[in-house]
């Protein structure tokens, strides 16, 4: 695998030198001094452009990290010269862009893999239904999910600063992984509200958000999200999903993820029930990926249609943002 775009990719580079299922074998960036250096670092071959990494007949994948608006056009690229493609979150700010990437996709029947939605069933997910059904804990009601870091950033001209392209900044940057996984629990949402405001950091884009929503058959949610907080747990991801009869917590810390259920069974008995798993629920899946290219699978349908509605995810985001800018009414449909 070719490692493309080596901001956030060069921790990426890192993550695969302990990596027994996929090998790493270049790096590039349109940044050369970048590209030279990690591949220095890592004693891999800097390829000049993507095009070059496209051409060479010894490259079976790339690890795709680059900012969302080039990233569908880079995948098209990708699969109509038969390389597999593990990307990241969010998948693309532009469902047409998807669409044209994902229709490339699926000719070349290659694998496509954001680590986010989430190409396996998560245990924590899993755990939910299972629960939901073994004590009967009736109609969800609502979801509700947090996420934040604290950080000090200023302005650097990448897409992080431009509101079109990172709308309601907070939920395109951290929320996006509940908002996928509220969509695998409740389908697409049908109207969303935002409000967002800049606490502390100083690019254009707000660092402080919080969104509602709504899914069908009523079901409710928000999704907060901060720049500004430090509670000794960068990047702790909670979700409440609630029933009728009983709530569902689930919450990842430093790489340990637990699933917290308080119900109330028959006679009005009170129900408590945890679940723990190590590894993050959105950690790359690299050895199904591994798997999944040997055994010639390609991407599957009912994934790409995940990833279509991530893009679509991302558009109402814009929409919200749009409307943010101009006063005008931020419900949509
Ligand atoms: N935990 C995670 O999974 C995680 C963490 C951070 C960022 N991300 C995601 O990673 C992606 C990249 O984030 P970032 O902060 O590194 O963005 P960035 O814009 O700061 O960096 C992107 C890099 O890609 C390079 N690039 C762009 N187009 C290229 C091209 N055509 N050829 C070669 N190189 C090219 C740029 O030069 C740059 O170095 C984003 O989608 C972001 O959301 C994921």
């Known amino acids: 695998m070719v490692i493309i775009g080596l901001n956030f ?9 302990a ?18 250096e990690v591949g220095h670092q890592y004693g891999l071959r800097r390829y000049r452009d993507v095009s070059e990494v496209f051409g060479d007949p010894a490259v079976e994948a790339v690890g795709l990290f680059v900012s969302p608006d080039v990233r569908p056009a880079l995948i098209g690229r990708a699969a109509a010269a038969g390389k597999h493609v593990v990307t990241t979150k969010p998948f693309a700010h532009d469902g047409a862009a998807a669409d044209l990437s994902l229709d490339a996709v699926r000719r070349a029947g290659t694998v496509l893999v954001a680590n986010s939605p989430r190409l396996l069933p998560g245990a924590d997910l899993d755990q939910v239904w299972t629960w939901r059904q073994r004590h009967d804990l009736g109609r969800l009601i609502a979801l509700e999910g947090r996420c934040w870091a ?5 302005p650097d001209g990448t897409w992080y600063d431009d509101p079109d392209l990172c709308p309601v900044a907070p939920v395109t940057r951290l929320g996006i992984y509940l908002l996928s996984d509220m969509v695998d629990l409740a389908g697409p949402p049908v109207r969303a ?10 690019r254009p884009t707000s660092d402080t958000a919080l969104i509602s929503l709504e899914f069908g058959d009523g079901v409710l949610g928000s999704v907060l999200c901060s720049f500004c907080v430090d509670d000794g747990h960068p990047y702790a991801n909670e979700l409440d999903v609630v029933f009728e009869r009983g709530r569902v917590r689930l919450a990842t810390r430093e790489g340990v993820l637990t699933a917290r259920l308080d119900a109330v069974g028959p006679g009005s008995t009170r129900i408590t029930e945890e679940s723990s798993w190590t590894g993050g629920p959105y950690d790359y899946p690299w050895a199904e990926v591994a798997r999944m290219v040997r055994a010639g699978e390609p991407t599957p349908p009912q994934y790409a249609r995940r990833l279509r509605e991530s893009a679509a995810l991302v558009e109402t985001l814009r929409t919200l943002e749009r409307g943010a800018r101009s006063s005008e009414p931020a419900p949509i449909a």
């Open 9 to 17: 990719g060069e921790q990426i580079v890192g993550e695969l030198q």
């Open 19 to 36: 990596n027994s299922t996929i090998a790493v074998v270049g790096v590039c960036d349109l940044d050369e001094a970048k590209a030279s």
């Open 150 to 154: 604290s950080y000090d950033e200023v």
């Open 193 to 202: 509200t935002a409000v967002q405001s800049r606490v502390r950091t100083r």
